[in-house]
């Protein structure tokens, strides 16, 4: 039943950031990303305090660094190919570009300096949710979203994609096993109407079983509403921690102004 | 109480929407404790009459459940009479945790938190699946997804288990011990399958259909025992 290569899905780590309630969390990544975001980006000293406390952070809560680093390779491309070129093409209002040397292209420094803005900015929010999802499950970060007041039909909507999307992933991959049994190759134009039946076959799958889930639901009792669950009191650690990170950001962030 | 029988049924019909007739005059009455098994061949209409007894289908016809009619203004007293776990434990099992899962039933009808711990652990632990509450149900063995199916419902603390093809899919291994399993639940048990040998093992009575009529009541020995019969209706 389950062949899902998506199926090993990273297991939170048992660490003191594994501990701290989500709540707490996701509003000191919400802050931390707002402080960094509106820092002016030729406060260098305040970027390294920055990225120097995300590394504290990640070494006290012995998170898998290849792990949380990850999805900055990921996003790299992007920002590059977004930023790149811009010290080419930005013209220097102030002066001080740099001459390559090669014909006439010049770097501007203003231009630099936007590179740097955008890609370290989004470096430090990518980071940020990393540190997040590597220590919180799923179904805790949904947990805490809904304490925070975040609305329950989106709550609601993003359980259901993670209890779902691996389903719908098994179902794929054994449709297209038996598809593939059966000689498919993928190689002729005409083949491509194989794909758009087992979209749409997917798709009717799919819609029968979110009416099977909603009798499942009826039959237990359910009258339109999720039902409450009630959540835990925050602890005084969690209350430590949102101060402590609180206090760090706003404190490099002022010292460096 | 015991004189009232946890569920009666009289001259129910159904047709789904399209025309197709499902169920043909049926009368059945289950008493409380039963251990009844429904049986018939594929579309028979086993799993339309079990969507029936706690209203999530109406038909024409009364469906009675310890006694009350089932009807729209009482479906929420009906469904904490009559549990039912579907055949696909993929479509009961819906929330991210088994925690949630198990809670869901408890907190739709407004217990308090506290007694919505107590009856999930109870559930989970009935079912041997303690320790797994905060497991994805896409982590669980079909096995245990099956018996998570069940928790869902034991913790509702119906009086009325409805369990449609509770073997399907299951090694023989976990097949036995759902049987055990629900063997050892006190509850009244009303089982829709085409496994026979499930049927043996665990009713007493069995209720044959073929073509949504009842064509056969009786000891399951005696049904069971008529290979003619089972021969002619699909089995």
Known sequence: MNVSPLRTQAVPVSSFLGRVDPRTKLICLVFAVVVCVTTPPDRFAAFAGYFGALALLMIIARLPFKAVLGPVFVIMPFVLLCAAFVPFIHPDTSGGGYSLGIGRLWVSRSGLLLLWNVAAKAIFGVLCIALLVHSTSFPDLLRGLDALRFPRLGVMLAGFVYRYVFVLTDEVLRMKRARDSRGYQGRWLWQTAVVGRMVGTLFLRSYERGERVYLAMLARGFESRMPLSEHAQLRAADYGFLFVVVTVFLGIRVIAL | ?235
Do not use: W
């Not at chain 2, 109480?1 to 929407?17: F, H, K």
């Not at chain 2, 209203?55 to 310890?66: A, D, H, K, N, W």
């Not at chain 2, 009086?159 to 006190?186: F, G, H, Q, W, Y």
């Open chain 2, 1 to 235: 109480m015991n004189d009232v029988p946890a569920i009666e049924i009289s001259g129910l019909s159904y047709r789904y929407p399209d025309g197709t007739s499902a169920l043909n005059g049926i009368d059945l009455i289950i008493k409380t404790g039963e251990k009844a098994g429904i049986i018939g061949a594929n579309g028979a209409g086993k799993s339309t009459l079990l969507l029936h007894l706690n209203g999530i289908l109406r038909g024409e016809g009364t469906v009675r459940v310890f006694g009350a009619a089932v009807n729209r203004s009482n479906l929420n007293l009906i469904r904490r009479g009559a549990g039912l776990v579907f055949q696909n434990p993929d479509d009961q099992l819906f929330c991210p945790t088994l925690f949630d899962d198990v809670a869901f039933g408890p907190r739709n009808m407004k217990a308090p938190e506290q007694e919505v711990m107590r009856r999930v652990t109870h559930a989970l632990q009935l079912a041997g699946l303690d320790g797994l509450d905060h497991k994805s149900a896409f982590h669980l063995s079909v096995g245990q997804k099956k018996r998570a199916a069940l928790a869902t419902v034991l913790s509702m603390d119906t009086r009325i288990l409805v369990l449609d093809e509770p073997t399907s899919n299951l090694d023989p291994r976990a097949r036995r011990e759902l049987i055990a399993l629900l063997k050892d639940l006190a509850e009244t048990q009303v089982v829709a399958t085409h496994d026979l040998a499930l049927v043996r093992d665990l009713c007493s009575r069995v209720v044959l259909m073929d073509r949504g009529k009842i064509v056969a009541d009786g000891q399951a020995r005696d049904i069971l025992e008529d290979r003619a019969l089972l021969e002619q209706h699909g089995l």
